[in-house]
């Protein structure tokens, strides 16, 4: 069976996956992130750019949890 560690912040190394779950509705989700370097661009928007050329006339959409915030700096957001 896979062991897998608990995630604190400053814990795990650029370049370590991560794997965040949260209650969607009455469902349990989860996605996966690789750490970063504050200053690169995050792989989710990588991930999603390389889905979408499977689809390229839908849009990305961006789900923000409770109490975040969209930065600037990601690109826009309508």
Excluded: C
């Excluded at 792989?43 to 979408?52: C, G, S």
């Excluded at 959409?61 to 930065?71: D, Q, S």
Aim: hydrophobic share 40%; net charge positive; aromatic share 12%.
């Amino acid at each position: 069976m896979r062991t897998f560690r608990r995630y604190r912040k400053g814990e795990a190394g650029i370049g370590s996956i991560v794997i965040k779950f949260y209650h969607s509705g009455d469902q349990i989700r989860g996605y996966i992130r690789k750490v970063t370097d504050p200053e690169q661009v995050d792989d989710a928007f990588l991930m999603a750019e390389n889905k979408h050329r499977e689809a390229p006339d839908m849009p990305i959409f961006v789900e923000l949890a409770e109490g975040i915030r969209w930065n600037p700096a990601w690109g826009r957001l309508i």
